[in-house]
């Protein structure tokens, strides 16, 4: 079985100030991760994903995001904040093979004029 | 965008009256999969389809049943809507790659609320 845990709810920050939203997952075996965003009364899309390789992957609006597999973690990371990334953020991880995604519980990203 | 409708986009029904929801893909992709979002919780998998006519369960999958007849289609039914069931449900759409991963693209969302 596998599991996601964003460990803050809810993160505000200054515009133009850098943001980090945690993310750290658990499973028994190699695992694809992806990070979604949320806009308002909006679906789910993809941010950014990990599949192999290096290990800083770059994704859409500025975003990056880390893997460590010794820390089990995939941080999500923009250095200078806008007014429109307010929304929220959902981790989730697949195992090879798997037919669904595993999604955390989301953060919510709140950007403070 | 990918080509994912959902309907109705609203809906608002009683506890105990049968919910059908619709989701139509205009991508041929042979995975569709049915999510609800509740606060605090995230996106929870209720049950998923790989192929016409084959579907499986997913982690919240009691009350609900699927069916999908057309590549394009896949239903999600609540025989008798309860209130724990008010939720906003999101259909998804992948296609496995070669790596074998599914990247999912997701629709816009139905919000349901059972009285």
């Known amino acids: 079985a596998q599991s996601v845990t964003q460990l803050d709810s809810q993160v505000p920050v200054f515009e133009e100030a850098p943001v980090e939203l945690r993310c750290n997952y658990s499973s028994s075996v190699s695992v694809y991760l992806f990070w979604y965003v949320q806009y308002p009364n909006q679906g789910l899309q993809l941010l950014l994903k990990y599949l192999s390789g290096s290990t800083l992957v770059k994704g859409i609006n500025g975003f990056e995001a880390e893997f460590n597999k010794s820390q089990t973690s995939f941080h999500l990371r923009k250095p200078s904040v806008h007014i429109s990334d307010t929304a929220e953020y959902f981790c989730a991880v697949s195992d090879r093979g798997a037919d669904g995604l595993t999604f955390g519980k989301g953060t919510h990203l709140i950007i403070q004029p | 965008d990918a080509g994912i409708t959902q309907s109705p986009r609203h809906k608002v029904t009683e506890t105990g009256t049968p919910v059908t929801l619709r989701c139509h893909q205009t991508e041929n992709h042979r995975y569709m999969y049915w999510y609800r979002q509740d606060p605090g919780h995230g996106l929870r998998l209720i049950h998923y389809s790989y192929g016409v006519k084959d579907t499986d369960k997913g982690e919240v999958s009691d009350g609900y049943s699927v069916s999908r007849s057309k590549t394009e289609d896949f239903l999600l039914t609540l025989e008798s809507a309860t209130s724990s069931q008010t939720s906003v449900y999101f259909c998804?759409?992948?296609?496995?790659?070669?790596?074998?991963?599914?990247?999912?693209?997701f629709g816009p969302g139905t919000r349901l609320t059972v009285l």
């Open positions: 998804a759409i992948s296609e496995r790659q070669s790596m074998g991963y599914n990247e999912q693209f």
